[in-house]
Each structure stands twice: as structure tokens, then as C-alpha cells.
């Protein structure tokens, strides 16, 4: 390929040794302390061409469709719906899935715009790489192996007595299904099987697993609809007596309406895992959006639906916990509609184990694309074009832990891994607007062949098909932004350099602000949601707390909302597609739901994911770290990176 125009510093950068600096330690791009926390990568998706390091792009609407509505709607919205209007919504149950679905959509919106700008495989990790840096990604791609591993175990566990009430008890499975206990650990076998199944399922191809998924999806729908159409009927014939109640309609108060939402919250998660499968899906800038919009909504209409004839056929202190959809059809004399729930239990299952499989393989290959795992993971098989080796890695873990141990008292932690994804991508949000990441980092390939200091001299570099081209920076029309122009111009008009100096400053004083508004916008949060969630506290410092919070948040929102955003974010990633409504405001609202509910979770939740993060931080540290790379990385304005999209 021909060099640049002038200079001795053009034409094509080779493995040139003379072009690296005399001394390793000289160079001004090696991170070898804590910057590497901070280190970003460039928007990634399009950076190769090559097809052994490409998913099959075969995902379209309908696919996303299925494959976010399966993960979503669990077999626990066949319980939730007892268990919350017993203990704190009443028949107030509807509106708690209302709101509920609306603090889901918050993250849903920040979700949309990031798969958008950045469609490639990794969701939240890849976000936080890009946006934040590789400490925070690590953590996030880390803490969602536990979501995803932990979530998959819980969900195959609970076939086997779902799968018993068919044939009158869990009991009367056969052997090779039913539960055993060998040297006093109560064994899973349906529960690995199950696994394994799936685990072939995924290996196929995507869109073998996704048509698979849109039925057993569509036979959950059907039996949920099937709740909303007799139970409809129950209840007109009857009169509704769940909503003849002498204490009203919201007997636990807004409190209890609240605190019901803050549960049926977790009801919602699963559409993140369409943004796993980003860089599969045929058209992700329209298609991506449109499949999580259409999942949230279809979610929510179910939940809302099912949930107001349940809570209106019985009085809801009369629903059974444990059966509740089931034990309102018993009384009035509809026995056999159990087998229809079950059906819809059983069906949302394995609906929600391929939704729990599915995703981790694919941040697993997006981690191992970036060093930070093993090469082993990022294979794609050149058949089916799926990472296989995650996958079949992936199942076997979680067949393993399914079989031997009932994880359902870890529950807790699979809510951190996705609260924690939720609230680093609203801040993704906030910093791709006001503060896109200014500078790309190219790996140790392209660090073998420019010279860093090179930048200083008035070269760039251009990254065409995995080749790097040096250009002096006089080139005006490569560059093509109006305040770089040729420096011989610059000279002869003062006044025109004075004019770009002047910006340059305005503009880093405008970046400095925002950076400490939303690192303020943070700590108020985390001040406000501690305090408001510490009811052991006395109620002056409680108040006093909550007030330093508000302040700290809305002085800092203030300050966001008449700053102006960058004008680079136009240009960031991938463009077209959704964009974020309403920000700053939706973002930080997301930010906030997310922190509250994060505290809440418990002590001994976070005292376990402590555990699990510390591992995490010794497996970066000792491998990551050095694997990682840009380990030795050449910092690019991103106005002097050549866009390869």
C-alpha cells in the first residue's frame, strides 16, 4: 500500500524493529501499574474481517424475539405472583409488575443504544472496555460467569419436581431422572441431563437454538394465555372476589407496593441477554432494539395480565406460596388446569436454561478475543459458527453444579452480577455522551510497528484490513477535521492557532467538569441509597445522609444538564440505530434503582460475592493483567484513528 504524502515518516509501518522506541522502559504507552485498570480498547466489531473470527449473522427479529422473552419469563413468575401479593402487594400486584417493568426499561434503553453503537459479542463487559476501562470490565465479565453459571444450576435443578407433578409426585420419576442421595449429597440427575441437552442444543448453530427456543417459548406463552383466558372467564362469572376486600386495594400501603417491585424487578432480566448475541444478528443498529423493546413488552403484558386474574379469583392471603396460579383454578373445581401450568413451568425452564447458557460462552470468547482468558475460549467452531469449545465447557460446569448442589440459596448473587451490568452500562451512558473515550488503544501487533513517540513528531496512523499506514499529520484531507490543519498554514496565520489553542482548553475544562459530575453523581447515590436502606440508623443522622445524597446528586445533574454533551459522540462507534432518550435524567434514574437494590440484597450476599470477586481479582492479576492485549498499547487520538467500519 502506497505511504502518505510528504515526510519521511509516511508509507507502510512493516515490523520495523528501528520503529519501536531504543528502550522498553522508555515508552510512554507501556502500562505496567494500575493504569492498566484504566485502559480502554476501541470499538471492536468490525476490526476483523477475517472469517475464522466471525459468528454466523443469521439473527433476526423474530429470533430475538424468542430468545429474549425465554429468558425473561422464568418458571418463578409462577410463584412470584403468590409469594409478593401475600407478603406485601395484595391486589395491588399488577402495579408492582408496572413498575417493576418500567425500572427494567431503563436499563433496557442504556442497553439499546450501547449494542447499537458497539454490536459485537461480550454485552456489559464489552461496553465497560470500551467506556470505563479493563478493571471495571474484568469485574463486570466476571461477575456475570457467576450470573449466568449460578442462574443455569438454579434453573435445572427445579425440573425435577416440576417434571414429578406430572405423574403424581416427584417420587414416581424413574431412576435415572429422580433425586438420589449418594454419601449424604442429594444428587440431581434430571438436572445434569438437562443441562447436557441444551448444551447440544447451543452447539448446533444460533439459529438452530434460536428456533428450538421460539417453541418451547411459544408453548409458555400458550399456557400463560391460557391462565389469562379461563381465569378471565372464572372471574367474570364470579364476580371477582379477590378485589372484594375490606382493607382496600393496597392493604401493605405504597410501602409494600415498593418493596413488591423491588422483587419482581428480577422478573424482567434476561433481555441483557440479547446483546450477547449482537454480533450474530443480521442487522444489529435496527434489529437489536427492536428485539428488546418487543421482549420487555410482551414480559410485562404477560406478567401484568396473569397477575390481575390470579389475585382477583381468590382473596390473595388465600393463595397457596408455593402453587399459587394452580391452587386458584383447584377452587373453583379446575384440577386438570395444573397440567396446563406445569406445562407452561416446565416449557419456561428450559426456556430459561438456554437463556442462561447462551449468553456466558460468548463473553467468554469476547474475553479471550481481548487476552484476559485463555485463547482456548474465543475458538468458533467453522461448521456450525458458534464458539463450541465455551459452550460444551460451559454446560459441563454447570451440569456438574446442578448435580451436586441445590444453589438455590445463592440466589442472591445472581441478582449482583446483573444489577452490576445494569449500572455500569447507564454510566457507559452517561460517559459515551459526555465524555466518549478520547484516545483508542492499538495492541502489541501494532505497537511492534510505529514508533509511539512518532505521534509527537506529527505522524498518525491508519489501521486498514490489520495494516498500519504512518501519515504526517500535515495531511489535512486524511484527517478531515477543520480545527487539524497543515501546520505551514498554521504558522502564517497566528491568529487562526490562538483560535485552536483556546478550544482545545475550553474543551478539556468541559471534560474535566463532567468527569467529576458523574464521579459525584455516583458517590451521591451510593450516600442516598446506603442511608435510605439503613433502617437501623437513628432518624436524624438517616435524614441528614440522605440529604447530603440528594445534594451531591441533583447538584451534580444540574451541572450535566447545562453542560453541553460532545460533539464526538456522534462519530462514536458504529452509527445509526437507537439512541437514549432523556439523558442525563434516564441514565442516572437507572443508576439509582440499581444502586438501591444492589444494597439491599444482604449481607451475606455480598460477603459471598466478595469471595467470588477476590478470586476474580487474583485471576487479572496473575494472568489477565499480562495476557491482556494492551498490555503494550500505542494511545491514538481517536481523531487521528482511522475508522476500519
Same mark, same amino acid.
Given at each position: 500500500m ?10 507502510? %509501518? ?6 519501536? &522506541? ?6 510512554? !504507552? ?5 493504569e492498566? $485498570?484504566i ?16 459468528l454466523?449473522k443469521? $439473527?433476526?427479529v423474530?429470533?430475538?424475539v424468542?430468545?429474549?422473552v425465554?429468558?425473561?419469563?422464568g418458571?418463578?413468575v409462577?410463584?412470584?405472583v403468590?409469594a #409478593? %401479593?401475600? /407478603? ?7 402495579f ?11 436499563s433496557?434503553?442504556?442497553? %439499546? /443504544? ?24 474484568w469485574?463486570?465479565?466476571w ?7 449460578l ?18 409426585g416427584? @417420587?414416581?420419576?424413574p ?10 449429597v442429594?444428587?440431581?440427575?434430571c ?14 448453530g ?28 372464572l ?7 379477590g378485589? +372484594? ?8 400501603? #405504597?410501602?409494600?407496593?415498593?418493596a413488591?417491585?423491588?422483587k ?12 450477547? *448475541? ?8 435496527r ?6 423493546a418487543?421482549s ?5 403484558m404477560l ?10 379469583l ?5 393463595? @397457596? ?16 388446569a395444573?397440567?396446563?401450568?406445569? *406445562?407452561?413451568?416446565?416449557?419456561a425452564?428450559?426456556?430459561s436454561l438456554?437463556?442462561?447458557?447462551? &449468553? ?17 475460549? !474465543? ?7 458458534? &464458539? ?10 454447570i451440569?456438574i ?8 440459596q ?6 449482583v452480577?446483573?444489577l452490576?451490568?445494569f449500572?455500569i452500562?447507564?454510566? !457507559? ?5 459526555y465524555? &466518549? ?8 501487533s ?7 513517540? !512518532? ?6 496512523? /491508519? ?11 500535515? @495531511?489535512c ?6 480545527f487539524?490543519?497543515?501546520? +505551514? ?22 471534560q ?7 464521579t ?11 442511608? %435510605?436502606?439503613a433502617?437501623?440508623?437513628?432518624? #436524624?443522622p ?7 445524597g ?9 451541572v ?17 440505530g ?6 442525563p435524567?434516564?441514565p442516572?434514574?437507572?443508576i ?8 439491599n440484597?444482604?449481607?451475606g ?15 487479572? #492479576? ?6 491482556s $492485549? ?12 482511522a @475508522?476500519?467500519?
Open positions: 502506497g505511504g502518505g504524502s510528504g515526510g519521511s515518516g509516511g508509507g507502510v %509501518a512493516n515490523s520495523s524493529s528501528s520503529a519501536r &522506541p531504543p528502550s522498553s522502559s522508555s515508552s510512554p !504507552s507501556r502500562s505496567w501499574g494500575l492498566c $485498570l485502559r480502554r480498547k476501541r470499538v471492536d466489531s468490525a476490526d476483523s474481517k477475517r472469517e475464522r473470527s466471525q454466523a443469521r $439473527l433476526s423474530f429470533d430475538l424468542a430468545i429474549g425465554g429468558s425473561t419469563i418458571a418463578g409462577y410463584i412470584l403468590g #409478593v %401479593a401475600r /407478603e406485601h402487594t395484595g391486589p395491588a400486584l399488577t408492582s409488575f408496572l413498575l417493576a417493568g418500567t425500572a427494567a426499561a431503563l433496557a434503553f442504556c442497553y %439499546a /443504544e450501547l449494542a447499537c453503537r458497539c454490536p459485537s459479542a461480550g454485552s456489559a463487559y464489552h461496553y465497560s472496555y470500551i467506556c470505563i476501562g479493563e478493571g471495571i470490565a469485574l463486570i465479565g461477575s456475570l460467569i457467576l450470573e449466568f453459571t442462574g443455569g444450576a438454579a434453573v435445572a435443578r427445579g425440573m425435577s419436581p416440576n417434571l414429578g407433578s406430572f405423574i403424581g416427584e @417420587d414416581k420419576l431412576g435415572l431422572l429422580a433425586r438420589q442421595t449418594i454419601f449424604g442429594l444428587v440431581d440427575p438436572a445434569a441431563i438437562l443441562v447436557f441437552i441444551v448444551t447440544g442444543l447451543l452447539c448446533t444460533i439459529k438452530e437454538s434460536s428456533f428450538f427456543q421460539g417453541i418451547i417459548t411459544t408453548t409458555n406463552i400458550g399456557a400463560m394465555l391460557f391462565i389469562c383466558l379461563a381465569g378471565g372467564y372471574g367474570f362469572k364470579s364476580g371477582w372476589p378485589y +372484594e376486600l375490606p382493607n382496600g386495594y393496597f392493604p401493605f400501603g #405504597v410501602n409494600g407496593l415498593l413488591g417491585s423491588a419482581l424487578f428480577f422478573s424482567f432480566v434476561g433481555f441483557d441477554c440479547l446483546t450477547s *448475541t449482537a454480533e450474530e444478528v443480521k442487522s444489529p443498529q434489529d437489536l432494539p427492536l428485539g428488546i418487543i420487555l413488552a410482551i414480559c410485562a406478567y401484568m395480565l396473569v397477575s390481575a386474574v390470579v389475585v382477583g381468590i382473596p390473595y392471603y388465600a393463595l @397457596d406460596p408455593d402453587t399459587p396460579i394452580s391452587s386458584a383454578f383447584a377452587s373453583y373445581g379446575m384440577e386438570w395444573a397440567y396446563i401450568i406445569t *406445562t407452561g413451568t416446565v416449557t425452564l428450559c426456556a438456554m437463556g442462561s447458557i447462551l &449468553p456466558q460462552p460468548r463473553i467468554l470468547m469476547a474475553m479471550a478475543r481481548d487476552g484476559l482468558l485463555p485463547s482456548f475460549f !474465543s475458538d468458533i467452531n467453522k461448521h456450525t459458527r458458534v &464458539p463450541v469449545k465455551s459452550t460444551i465447557v460451559t454446560g459441563l460446569f451440569a453444579l446442578a448435580f451436586l448442589m441445590d444453589v438455590s445463592l440466589a442472591g448473587m445472581v441478582s452480577g446483573t452490576l451490568a449500572t452500562v447507564a454510566i !457507559s451512558i452517561l460517559v459515551i455522551r465524555i &466518549p473515550p478520547p484516545r483508542v488503544s492499538l495492541p502489541t501494532v505497537e511492534q510497528s510505529v514508533d509511539p513517540v !512518532s505521534f509527537q513528531f506529527g505522524h498518525i496512523v /491508519e489501521e486498514i484490513d490489520a495494516e498500519i499506514i504512518v501519515r504526517p499529520v500535515d @495531511d484531507s486524511f484527517l478531515g477535521q477543520s487539524l490543519c497543515d501546520r +505551514e498554514n498554521s504558522d502564517k496565520n497566528p491568529l487562526l492557532e490562538d483560535h485552536n489553542v483556546q478550544g482545545a482548553s475550553k474543551e478539556k475544562r468541559r474535566k467538569i463532567v468527569t467529576w459530575s458523574i459525584i453523581i455516583c458517590i451521591g447515590v451510593f450516600v442516598l441509597s446506603s442511608a %435510605a436502606s433502617k437501623g440508623l437513628p432518624s #436524624v438517616r435524614f441528614m445522609l440522605c440529604g447530603v440528594v445534594f451531591l446528586l441533583s447538584g451534580s445533574l444540574f450535566l444538564t447545562f453542560t453541553d454533551q460532545a460533539d464526538t459522540r456522534h462519530t462514536f462507534g458504529h452509527s445509526g437507537f439512541i437514549c432518550p432523556f439523558v435524567y434516564l442516572v434514574a437507572c439509582l434503582v440499581n444502586t438501591y437494590l444492589l444494597i440484597l444482604g449481607a450476599t455480598w460477603i459471598r460475592v466478595c469471595l467470588w470477586l477476590l478470586l476474580g481479582v487474583l485471576m487479572y #492479576v496473575f494472568y489477565g493483567r499480562n495476557h $492485549l494492551l498490555k503494550y498499547v500505542v494511545p491514538v487520538p481517536n481523531v487521528t484513528a @475508522d476500519t467500519r
